[in-house]
C-alpha cells in the first residue's frame, strides 16, 4: 500500500488503503462466479503468528482457512479459499458446497466433516495421511498454495486482520487464477472493478 501511495500518489494512507480494499472486493465477486470442477484437492489451514500451546487443527488465536485447488492431469488448475469460523460440518457446508460444481471428485486428508459435501454425484475421496510431511506428498497442490498463501502474508502485509482476510485471499485467487494470462491481468482487474458492486469505507470499517 505505501508503493502505491507513493506511486500515484496520493497524500493519505486511508485513501490508497480503502482503494486497496476496493479492488480486491471487485476481485472477489469476479471469482465468484466460477466453479472448481474435475478432480479437486482441499484442506484447511491456520493463518497467524506463532504461538504457544497447540498447533495444527485446535489451534487458537488464529485464522481457520479452507483452501481448495482444482487439478487436471497432475497440473493446478483454478483455486478457492474461504475464511471460516470453524471447521465444522454446517461451516465447510455453508462455504463450499455452490463453490464446486456437482460432479467433482473431492480429494482430502481424513478429517471427517468434509464429508458433508459428497452428494449422489459428487465423489468423496478421504485420504488417512498421517504426517505433515506424507499430506504434502498425497495433496501436493492444495499443500503448495497452502505454503504460498502464508508467505504471500508474511511477506507484503506482515499479517492480516479478521475482518479484512476473506478479501486478502480473493486476492490471491484472482491472481493465481490468472496466472497464464499475466499480460492482460490489468485489464481483467479494471474490468472486474467496473462490473462489480463497490464496498465503502464506513463497510470496511463498520
Excluded at 452428494?119 to 478421504?126: A, G, I, L, V, Y
Excluded at 476473506?166 to 472486474?192: D, G, H
Aim: proline share 2%; glycine share 8%.
Amino acid at each position: 500500500m505505501l508503493s502505491l501511495k507513493k506511486m500515484l500518489p496520493i497524500k493519505h494512507y486511508q485513501t490508497v488503503w480503502t482503494m486497496g480494499h476496493k479492488i480486491r472486493h471487485a476481485m472477489s465477486q469476479r471469482d465468484s462466479y466460477y466453479k472448481l470442477a474435475g478432480l479437486v484437492e482441499m484442506d484447511d489451514t491456520y493463518i497467524g503468528s506463532k504461538k504457544k500451546g497447540k498447533q495444527g487443527r485446535g489451534a487458537e488465536g488464529k485464522l481457520k482457512v479452507i483452501v481448495a485447488v482444482e487439478t487436471e492431469k497432475e497440473k493446478p488448475r483454478f483455486a478457492k479459499m474461504e475464511d471460516v469460523e470453524n471447521l465444522s460440518k454446517k461451516m465447510i457446508f455453508q462455504a463450499f458446497n455452490e463453490k464446486m460444481e456437482k460432479d467433482v471428485v473431492l480429494k482430502t486428508d481424513g478429517w471427517k466433516p468434509y464429508s458433508v459435501l459428497k452428494t449422489d454425484k459428487r465423489k468423496h475421496e478421504p485420504i488417512t495421511v498421517g504426517s505433515g510431511e506424507k499430506a504434502s506428498g498425497l495433496l501436493p497442490w492444495v499443500h503448495i498454495l497452502i505454503s504460498n498463501i502464508k508467505g504471500n502474508i508474511r511477506g507484503t502485509y506482515h499479517g492480516v486482520d479478521k475482518n479484512h482476510i476473506s478479501r486478502y485471499l480473493a486476492e490471491f485467487c484472482f491472481r493465481f487464477n490468472r496466472r497464464f494470462w499475466e499480460k492482460q491481468m490489468f485489464n481483467r482487474v479494471l474490468n472486474a472493478c467496473v462490473n462489480s458492486f463497490t464496498i465503502t469505507y464506513a463497510e470496511l470499517t463498520g
